[in-house]
Every structure is written in structure tokens, then in C-alpha cells.
């Protein structure tokens, strides 16, 4: 069902949000398996507390809520090694507020897709070009956890080396530009 959020919610005016994003998949035997769900949980925890995404969701019910949509949607996940369920949570400041301040509100959803393999038949290289002047991280800043606003800013960059022949941008530190992000 489609989210209604009012013009002023925090996550629409200050982008306190954060995401996830996890897969489903179904076994030979026809069991499903989730992809490390106890390690997107801690990620989340932590980018709640750095983003003041209070109260804590607690590790239980984001479990309790995957396994919940995986059992609701199961009969999408594709057989093994035709794809997977992927599964995006996303927690995130729904009060309106006009206000510069954390959101006393927040919302968590997933919401679910099947998908078909990630890489097509064999496995094959990519060309990758290096950008300076461009970061994705920065001490300090909010690159360890999955902000969703750390994702829209690469997407001028990604395209022009796209546009020069590449598959994708390899990011340099923001200091030296010399080391890999």
C-alpha cells in the first residue's frame, strides 16, 4: 500500500532517512534463506542512533518484520539460481516539522521485489575510472551507515563516466585523493 507522508515530514525537508537492503533466496531443497538480515539490523541500529531515529528499533522486530514479508511474498522469490526476494527496509523521520530537528516520529516499512541475478551467465570484468573532486565519504561523515541521502550526490559522476565508455566510478578519499574509498 502506497506511503501518504505529509509535505513537511523530516525525511522529505531534511532527509533523515535510512535503507537497507537484503535478499531472499530459495534453496534446492525449496527452503528460503535471508542473506545475513542480523548484520543489516545492526547496520540500521547504528545509522538510527548517528541520524537520532528515535526510539531504537529493536534487532527483534526488523528480524521479526523480514521474516514476516519473506513468508508474505515467498511464493515470488524465483528458483534457485534464477534471482532472489529482495527486501528494502527503510526507517525514516515522518513527523511534520518544519523545524531543523530530529523527528519524533519515525516510520519503518519494508517493502520487497523479486530480482533476477545481480551478474548475467559468467562472471566478466568491468571498467572502472577514478574521479577526484568527487567523494562518497568523508571523515566525520555519514558514510558507514546507509543514509539515503548519501546516495543521490554520486549520481552526476556515475553518469559521466558512463558516458566516457566506464561501468562505474571508483571513488578516491576525500583528503589525498589517492586511495580507494
Do not use: W
Not at 546507509?146 to 549520481?155: E, V
Amino acid at each position: 500500500q502506497p506511503l501518504h507522508l505529509h509535505p513537511a515530514s523530516t525525511v522529505l525537508n531534511y532527509g533523515q532517512a535510512l535503507f537497507e537492503g537484503l535478499k531472499a533466496f530459495r534453496r534446492t531443497d525449496g527452503s528460503i534463506v535471508v542473506f545475513r538480515p542480523t548484520e543489516n539490523a545492526k547496520r540500521l541500529s547504528n545509522g538510527a542512533k548517528r541520524l537520532l531515529l528515535h526510539p531504537e528499533l529493536p534487532k527483534d522486530i526488523f528480524l521479526q518484520a523480514i521474516d514476516h514479508v519473506v513468508r508474505a511474498n515467498a511464493k515470488f522469490i524465483p528458483p534457485p539460481g534464477k534471482g532472489a526476494l529482495y527486501l528494502r527496509p527503510l526507517l525514516f523521520g515522518s513527523e511534520k516539522s518544519l523545524g531543523v530537528k530530529p523527528s519524533k516520529e519515525v516510520t519503518f516499512c519494508i517493502y520487497a521485489s523479486p530480482v533476477g541475478n545481480y551478474f548475467k551467465g559468467t562472471l566478466k570484468c568491468i571498467k572502472l575510472q577514478a574521479v577526484r573532486g568527487y567523494s562518497r565519504a568523508s571523515r566525520g561523515g555519514s558514510g558507514n551507515i546507509k543514509a539515503s541521502g548519501n546516495y543521490a550526490p554520486p549520481f552526476l559522476v556515475q553518469k559521466q563516466v558512463r558516458e566516457r565508455g566506464f561501468d562505474e566510478a571508483l571513488f578516491l578519499d576525500c583528503i589525498r585523493g589517492k586511495y580507494i574509498e
